[in-house]
């Protein structure tokens, strides 16, 4: 079963620039988070993730985002279900379409939010420039 899927790297600051301008930023201690979507995921998918995000016990201490009101820095990542096994080219199959997907990534973001998090984004659907600085280096694959 595919599921709705997120890297997340802690970072020592990160930011998103779409046509020049930086369009989402974090500072300091936090989570960089990119998000894919599948066919079948839902909104009670991204409820569950952005629980998990702002829970995971991952950065220094073993202390969470909500242990320390650390932000996140959340970007939309349909590339995380390309599927290179057979030939040259990866498919994007597994990728549900922007009208599925955009609306489950505003809606962990939304969810985190609620939560009380410190949530930047990137621009959904949009040729992006993302920079982070690993801290550890530390990634997660979460698959909800």
């Known amino acids: 079963m595919v599921a709705m899927r997120a890297v997340v790297q802690r970072v020592d600051g990160a930011s998103v620039v779409v046509g020049g301008e930086t369009v989402g930023e974090i500072v300091g201690e936090g989570l960089c988070v990119l998000v894919g979507v599948t066919h079948e995921d839902t909104p009670d998918k991204a ?7 702002w829970s995971v016990r991952i950065l220094d201490g073993e202390k969470s985002c909500s242990d320390v009101n650390a932000p996140l820095l959340v970007i939309s990542q349909f590339t995380l279900y390309g599927d290179a096994r057979k030939g040259r080219r990866p498919t994007w199959n597994a990728a549900a379409p922007g009208e599925v997907a955009e609306p489950l990534v505003d ?19 949009a040729e992006m420039w993302v920079s982070l600085t690993n801290n550890g280096p530390f990634t997660v694959l979460l698959d909800i």
């Open 47 to 53: 409820a569950q993730l952005a629980r998990k995000l």
């Open 107 to 125: 809606e962990v973001v939304a969810q985190l939010r609620a939560l009380g998090a410190t949530v930047r984004t990137g621009s959904f659907g």
